[in-house]
């Protein structure tokens, strides 16, 4: 199997949207990325260990993509190692009434992992520079001062909620947090794919809505607002990467090598010592455990 490496994956540069790949060729079947794939998580899993110990570090795991462009599945086989303390999922959907009475990064900020823990975002605040720019509508229920229509969003609007997105990435990174931000870039006509995949099965139909047919008609919209995203947003802190997701299995494993390959470069996380004066007697507590009645 063809080694990766990850800076072919990171975006570091203006980009245009249609040059990045939706495949890759890893050189490998689906059983050999399977079995891949499974070694790493194991790997990830036992850095998760440690970072729990040792409670420095917390990890914001983001990800993005058009619908069907496999963001569950891909977070259900990465994480099937790890131990559910040390890790905790949000699928951020239709803001809620309670989160519309607080400004849109609110109910991101208190979802954020603790130290020692991982966190998923499942569709993230990166849906307040998507959907809302294709439907700007939308905005018209966060009831902003100076927003009173739709023609007062304008480029300067836009301009600052980048700025603000940028600056909460770049506070909870100084505090500690390893964000980790990934695109996965569907075709086209892929997506026709598992759309008809999902039709034409009855254990799936159920993820299918007829709205996603009236989004796939904004593709090219979409794709321009993940542009602009992927332009303005991959700042060192907090890189985004392009991950072809036209083949599931060879992306699952890209980005769990991705992660496992930076998160291996702390070298300052590992379980902590027990204090000196604990370890000077563990013979002692060994000995009263074995000398119990």
């Excluded at 994480?79 to 990064?105: C, M, Q, W």
């Amino acid at each position: 199997m063809r080694n990766i490496n990850i800076e072919d994956f990171r975006i570091t540069s203006q980009i245009n949207i249609k040059d990045l790949p939706t495949r890759v060729d890893l050189e490998a079947d689906k059983k050999e990325l399977k079995e891949a794939l499974r070694a790493v998580s194991r790997d990830l899993a036992d850095i998760q260990n440690a970072m729990y110990a040792h409670g420095k570090y917390s990890v914001l795991f983001c990800i993005q993509g058009m619908d069907t462009a496999g963001k569950d599945s891909l977070i259900r086989e990465i994480f099937k190692e790890f131990n559910v303390r040390g890790i905790v999922a949000h699928s951020f959907k239709k803001p809620t009434e309670l989160e519309l009475k607080h400004d849109y990064l609110w109910r991101h900020y208190i979802a954020l992992p603790a130290r020692g823990k991982f966190g998923i975002f499942n569709r993230t605040h990166y849906e307040n520079v998507l959907v809302t720019r294709v439907h700007p509508n939308y905005l018209m229920y966060e009831n902003m001062p100076d927003i009173n229509s739709v023609d007062d969003v304008n480029e300067a609007f836009w301009t600052r909620r980048f700025d603000e997105i940028n600056n909460f990435e770049k506070h909870i990174a100084d505090n500690g947090t390893i964000i980790f931000k990934f695109f996965l870039n569907l075709s086209k006509d892929e997506q026709k794919n598992r759309l008809l995949r999902r039709l034409s099965r009855s254990d799936k139909q159920w993820k299918f809505s007829s709205d996603d047919l009236k989004e796939r008609k904004l593709w090219d919209k979409y794709q321009d607002c993940y542009e602009d995203v992927l332009n303005r947003s991959s700042k060192p802190n907090a890189p985004w990467f392009n991950i072809p997701a036209d083949d599931k299995p060879a992306a699952r494993y890209i980005v769990a090598k991705i992660l496992y390959d930076t998160l291996k470069m702390y070298t300052d996380i590992k379980e902590p010592e027990l204090p000196t004066k604990e370890k000077a007697n563990i013979d002692l507590y060994k000995q009263e455990l074995e000398n119990e009645n």
